[in-house]
C-alpha cells in the first residue's frame, strides 16, 4: 500500500494550545492538594509549560524539513544500519516518559541519506504524545517514504515509567517493537541480517 505523501508526516493536530497552559498546571497543583503560591512551586506552571513544549515540539516539525537536501545517489546496494539511537517520547496514557533505544536499517535503491538525519526523524514522531507502536510504524514509513528504498526496519526498546513507577511497577520490563517494510519483511535473509545488525551490540542495558 502506497505510504501518504512525505509532507503529510507535518501534521496539525487540532486546535492549537492555549496562549498559556500555566493556569491550567496551577489549577492542577491546587486540586492535587497543594499551595501553588509557595517558594518551591511558584515558577512550576511556568516550567511545566516549557517542558511540555519542549517535549512535543515534533507536532511543529516535519520529514521534509528535517531531511532537507541530504539524499545524494549512491550506487551501494547493502544494508545501511545506525543502531543503538537515543530515544525520549511521552506516553499517551498516562504522560510519563519512555525511552531506550532505536535500530534502524534501510536497503538503499540508487540513493543515500545523511547518517545524522535518521535519528532527526526518529525525533519528529517521538516528541508527540505517543505510544511505541505507532511510533515504529511511522519511522518506518517516513523513511520508506522518503528514501524510497527496497525495504526498512526499525526496532525500538523502551522502558515505560507508566509500567515502572505506577500500575504494575515492573521495574525491569523492556518493550520491544519493531517495524519492516518490503524487503526486509519480504526476504527472510534480509530480515535475518538486519536483525543480527541489531543483536549484534550489547542491546538495552
Not at 493536530?13 to 497552559?21: C, T
Not at 513507577?165 to 535473509?189: F, I, P, W, Y
Not at 536483525?195 to 551490540?201: C, F, W
Request: one cysteine or more.
Amino acid at each position: 500500500m502506497k505510504s501518504a505523501s512525505l509532507h503529510s508526516f507535518h501534521e496539525d493536530h487540532g486546535e492549537p494550545l492555549p496562549v498559556s497552559l500555566e493556569p491550567l498546571v496551577h489549577d492542577i497543583l491546587q486540586r492535587l492538594g497543594e499551595d501553588p503560591t509557595r517558594e518551591g512551586l511558584r515558577q512550576t506552571p511556568a516550567r511545566v509549560e516549557a517542558s511540555l513544549r519542549w517535549l512535543t515540539r515534533g507536532y511543529h516539525m516535519s520529514v521534509a524539513d528535517v531531511i532537507g537536501d541530504a539524499l545524494y545517489a549512491e550506487r551501494h546496494e547493502n544494508l545501511v544500519c545506525v543502531r543503538d539511537i537515543e530515544v525520549y517520547s511521552l506516553c499517551e496514557h498516562h504522560l510519563l516518559p519512555f525511552f531506550g533505544r532505536a535500530h534502524v536499517a534501510y536497503l538503499p535503491n540508487g540513493r543515500l541519506v545523511g547518517l545524522s538525519k535518521i535519528p532527526r526523524v526518529i525525533e519528529v514522531f517521538a516528541r508527540r504524545l505517543q505510544v511505541q507502536e505507532r511510533l515504529t510504524d511511522q519511522v518506518a514509513d517516513a523513511l520508506m517514504e522518503v528514501l524510497d528504498p527496497r525495504g526498512v526496519g526499525v526496532v525500538i526498546e523502551a522502558y515505560h515509567l507508566c509500567m515502572m513507577m505506577r500500575g504494575v511497577e515492573k521495574q525491569n520490563s523492556k518493550t520491544v517493537t519493531s517495524a519492516l517494510r518490503g524487503a526486509l519483511l519480504q526476504d527472510a535473509k534480509t530480515r535475518d541480517e538486519f536483525l543480527r545488525l541489531v543483536h549484534g551490540g550489547r542491546g538495552l542495558e
